[in-house]
């Protein structure tokens, strides 16, 4: 299903998207491997979390950067922040020093590190959410579906509020096919595929794509094969949104979507 989102609509999420009165800060680097294996781990597994400094316990949401699973660097949007979320913002591994089997499972600790300290960043460890573009997309996806990554952190991924992916791939991701020598336009669905995982009792998952025109890859394709399969499974909770005449670098008209679809999933229970 293709999504307009017109300059006027981007404006009014942004001046209705659950302003508070409340004054936050932002900590950063912070270590969330208990026990580093190395001193890259030690380097990389840091995040940054802007949170507020009073009042009632706030929804928290995990952001994934981007960069292909092998760069990039942690960040908190600008857009997300004083906006009633509690918000992290993700350093991990890359390859080709780790695998990616490593990569996903630093997400997972990133995930078990905010909720063992939600209560110091004044967050509610009942309303988390995973969000992040591309192959932080996938990261999400892919702690959301496989549910073996957060189990061996003590979680179940099912308690999960929303998982809301930016452009993230659906089937193996083209680094981990590199891994195994196959080239990236060689579509591949095994076990680091979300799509290798489809199940209906997974929490609400809504994905957000560029232009099927503009994308890179079969991007677009990808995730309204992830929401069929979704759907035929019997999840009730499954969109895909598609923005017109945005290529993979879609994160700006997404980001009011990703509050607004956030404060839907907190109204309905």
């Avoid at 294996?37 to 950067?65: E, N, R």
């Amino acid at each position: 299903m293709r999504t307009i989102l017109p300059l006027f609509l981007a404006l009014t999420l942004f001046f209705s998207a659950n302003a508070q009165d409340r004054t936050y800060k932002t900590e950063e680097n912070i270590q969330y491997v208990e026990k580093p294996a190395s001193d890259y781990q030690k380097t990389q597994c840091k995040l940054d979390v802007h949170y507020p400094t009073s009042g009632d316990s706030m929804p928290i949401v995990l952001w994934f950067h981007g960069g292909g699973l092998t760069g990039g660097q942690k960040e908190i949007p600008a857009f997300l922040k004083s906006k009633g979320f509690v918000v992290v913002g993700v350093g991990y591994r890359f390859s080709p020093k780790v695998k990616v089997e490593d990569i996903i499972q630093d997400a997972a600790k990133a995930v078990s590190y905010t909720l063992k300290n939600a209560q110091k960043y004044r967050g509610d460890k009942r309303k988390v959410f995973l969000s992040g573009h591309s192959a932080g997309g996938y990261l999400a996806l892919m702690l959301a579906l496989n549910k073996r990554y957060l189990q061996e952190e003590g979680i179940d991924a099912n308690t999960l509020k929303g998982i809301i992916p930016f452009s993230g791939q659906a089937v193996t991701h083209f680094t981990a096919r590199k891994e195994k020598g196959i080239e990236e336009k060689q579509p591949t669905i095994d076990e680091y595929a979300p799509l290798f995982w489809v199940r209906k009792d997974a929490p609400p998952i809504i994905l957000l794509t560029g232009d099927r025109e503009k994308e890179i890859l079969g991007r677009y394709e990808e995730n309204a094969y992830l929401k069929r399969m979704l759907g035929l499974v019997g999840h009730p909770d499954v969109k895909l949104m598609e923005f017109d005449g945005y290529g993979h670098d879609m994160v700006y008209p997404g980001l009011p979507v990703l509050i607004d679809e956030m404060n839907r999933l907190l109204k309905a229970n």
